[in-house]
Structures are given as structure tokens and as C-alpha cells.
């Protein structure tokens, strides 16, 4: 994908702070972080989002986003950890290359990143599963 950005910045086409590579994946700090240590696992092959990424490769970044994490953990003391992967513009995602956000949260860093919890009624959800899984 010549027009995409994050193509080039996994392939090293245009200069980012890595933080991990292998032959697959870099890993980058965010350049507009939500909290200090804010990275981004980026594939090197351009798949748009969740539903393109080959499964073996997926697996692959899960690997590589506990690493990378732990080592965040350990190197900047956060207190807790998320892992976020948006997919499409209404989820948020602004960059259509697959991409998993990790972001170390540390006591009152002011983010918001958990959502507001709404009240469905047992039928509702029970409605929604039999649409997911088949009544
Ligand atoms: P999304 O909203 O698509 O899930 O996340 C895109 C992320 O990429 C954002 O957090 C944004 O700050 C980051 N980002 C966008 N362009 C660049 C860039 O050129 N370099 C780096 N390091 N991060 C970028
Ligand atoms: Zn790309």
C-alpha cells in the first residue's frame, strides 16, 4: 500500500521510535500518546483491520503485545495496562492498517478509555445472543 502511512513506518521507510521489531512486527511509541509509554504493534504486511488480518499473524501480535508490555511494565512502573484495537471509523480507528494500541495507565493519568456501562433487560440480551449464535 504506497499511499499508507503506517506501511511505511513498519517497513522503516520513515523514521518512528521503535521500541521492538522482528521479522513480522515493529512496535512504535504513539506520537500522540494517551498516557507516557503509548505503543502501537503495527504488522509489516498492510491488512486494514481485524476482520483482513490472517489468523497466524494475529496470534502472532498477541504474542508481541505481551511482550512489549511486560517490558513497558517493568520500565515505567504503570499500574495497570490496556489493550485496544479499533476497527472502523465509528470504533475510532483513524489509521486503516491493523494496528494494536497499548497503553499503560498509572493512577489518575486522567484517561478515559473504559466505556459507560447501559441496562438491557434479559430478553434483550437473550435476543441479541440468539441473533449472534442462532435461536
Ligand atoms: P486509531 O485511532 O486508528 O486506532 O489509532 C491511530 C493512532 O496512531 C493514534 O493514536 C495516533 O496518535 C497514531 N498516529 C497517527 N499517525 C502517526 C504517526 O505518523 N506516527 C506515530 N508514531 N503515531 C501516529
Ligand atoms: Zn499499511
Same mark, same amino acid.
Given at each position: 500500500m504506497d499511499s499508507c502511512i503506517f506501511c511505511k513506518i513498519a517497513n522503516g521507510e520513515i523514521p518512528s521510535n521503535t521500541i521492538y521489531e522482528d521479522d513480522k512486527f515493529r512496535v512504535i511509541l504513539d506520537n500522540?500518546?494517551?498516557?507516557?509509554?503509548?505503543a502501537l504493534v503495527l504488522p509489516k504486511e498492510h491488512y486494514a483491520n481485524l476482520f483482513e488480518m490472517p489468523q497466524d499473524l494475529l496470534a502472532d501480535a498477541a504474542v508481541v503485545a505481551k511482550k512489549v508490555a511486560s517490558n513497558i511494565k517493568d520500565k515505567l512502573s504503570c499500574d495497570g495496562l490496556n489493550l485496544v484495537q479499533n476497527n472502523g471509523e465509528t470504533a @475510532? +480507528?483513524?489509521?486503516?492498517h491493523f494496528h494494536l494500541h497499548i497503553i499503560p495507565r498509572y493512577e489518575?493519568? @486522567? +484517561?478515559?478509555?473504559l466505556w459507560t456501562p447501559t441496562s438491557p433487560s434479559a430478553e434483550e440480551l437473550v435476543e441479541v445472543k440468539n441473533t449472534i449464535v442462532g435461536a
Amino acid at each position: 500500500m504506497d499511499s499508507c502511512i503506517f506501511c511505511k513506518i513498519a517497513n522503516g521507510e520513515i523514521p518512528s521510535n521503535t521500541i521492538y521489531e522482528d521479522d513480522k512486527f515493529r512496535v512504535i511509541l504513539d506520537n500522540g500518546p494517551a498516557t507516557k509509554g503509548h505503543a502501537l504493534v503495527l504488522p509489516k504486511e498492510h491488512y486494514a483491520n481485524l476482520f483482513e488480518m490472517p489468523q497466524d499473524l494475529l496470534a502472532d501480535a498477541a504474542v508481541v503485545a505481551k511482550k512489549v508490555a511486560s517490558n513497558i511494565k517493568d520500565k515505567l512502573s504503570c499500574d495497570g495496562l490496556n489493550l485496544v484495537q479499533n476497527n472502523g471509523e465509528t470504533a @475510532g +480507528q483513524t489509521v486503516m492498517h491493523f494496528h494494536l494500541h497499548i497503553i499503560p495507565r498509572y493512577e489518575n493519568d @486522567g +484517561q478515559h478509555i473504559l466505556w459507560t456501562p447501559t441496562s438491557p433487560s434479559a430478553e434483550e440480551l437473550v435476543e441479541v445472543k440468539n441473533t449472534i449464535v442462532g435461536a
